[in-house]
């Protein structure tokens, strides 16, 4: 058993059934969320026997540290960790103004195959557990505390898919919400997706023991119709794109959280005038408050091995005023980290044979 992996109610269930008392997981809480210890022994008003008791039961940790890597401008920061099994995964922590906000992974891999990212390049090996999400920002959150600092804002946005692991980013965000634990607000978390419908809906019907997922939702979109969004993201042939904007939009109407299009811009691909109308059109239609449907336009960030260009910075200019023009509430993501391979669609994964320290 994992100690990342358990929601407070959990830990309190299974000291119960040891016959241990159920309080001790709120004092277990805040030892790791609050006062950040990163071993049993310095919960030190725990007794000996007990902690020696939750070492024997429990597992504290299950990733391991192996580099940070900084960007030159000290402001993005990526994090390999080693998984138990030998592959690796990373996340970055991003500093910008007053937020702290750390990008993390969910699987190791990714079933996408999206032709512009490499995180799914060398196909999927598994998700992670929810110990593995977890640990991610408690371990980032710790490292921030020593600076008096912690963690603003969380965003699904490393590898994977987080709606294809599903169960344990819902547990994952279940914990950190916790006033507890982290007591990060589900304001301040965001579920990137390539666009699982029904996994959406599962989202909107989450209820599991009174605690709902309310995170702000943002879509790869991409495109601005079908025939595109699939030459480009092959897992788009899974399902339509009226469908997609309408769940997209059913997530607005019953939580009133933000969502976003994420629109990578591809030179000559996706990045044209007409490109730009279009898409305007199909959420001007869907959006009748047109400020409700943000578009996060993120120019192509090159990747290994992959024959797609950015555009000049005339075209993505160009495209962003249309979109303003039609009224669309949009903004442009700079790319933070590119110097350190830690920018979106460049995170990936290397496997245990492929280590070169
Ligand atoms: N699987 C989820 C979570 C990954 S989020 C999803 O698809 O949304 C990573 C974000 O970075 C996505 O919007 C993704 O489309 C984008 N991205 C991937 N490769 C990129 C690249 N080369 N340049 C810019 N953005 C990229």
Redesign the pocket.
Known sequence: MDLFSLTKEQLADFLKKSSEKPFRAKQIFEWIYQKKVASFDDMTNLSKEFRDFLKKEIQFSSIKLKNIVPSKDEQTYKYIWELEDGHFIESVLIFSGIRRTVCISAQVG?K?G?V??ASGKEGFIRNLKTSEIVEQIVNIDRILFQKEERISNVV???M???LDNFDAVFASIQIVNDEEGLNISQRKITI???GLVDKISNLLNSDKNNFSLKVNL?L?L?APNQKIRESILPFAKKNNFSELINIMKEYYVRTKRDITF?Y?LIDGVNDQLAHAKELARVLSLSFKDKGHANVNL?P??P?LGVNLRRPKKEAVDAFFEELEREGIKVSQRYAKGSDIAA????LAFLNKNKETD
Do not use: K, L, R
């Open positions: 990714c996408g999206c512009f990212c699904f946005m490393g994977g898919e987080p990137s997706t390539v943002t790869s991409h994420e990578i993120i192509y960030n990747v920018a979106c669609g460049q």
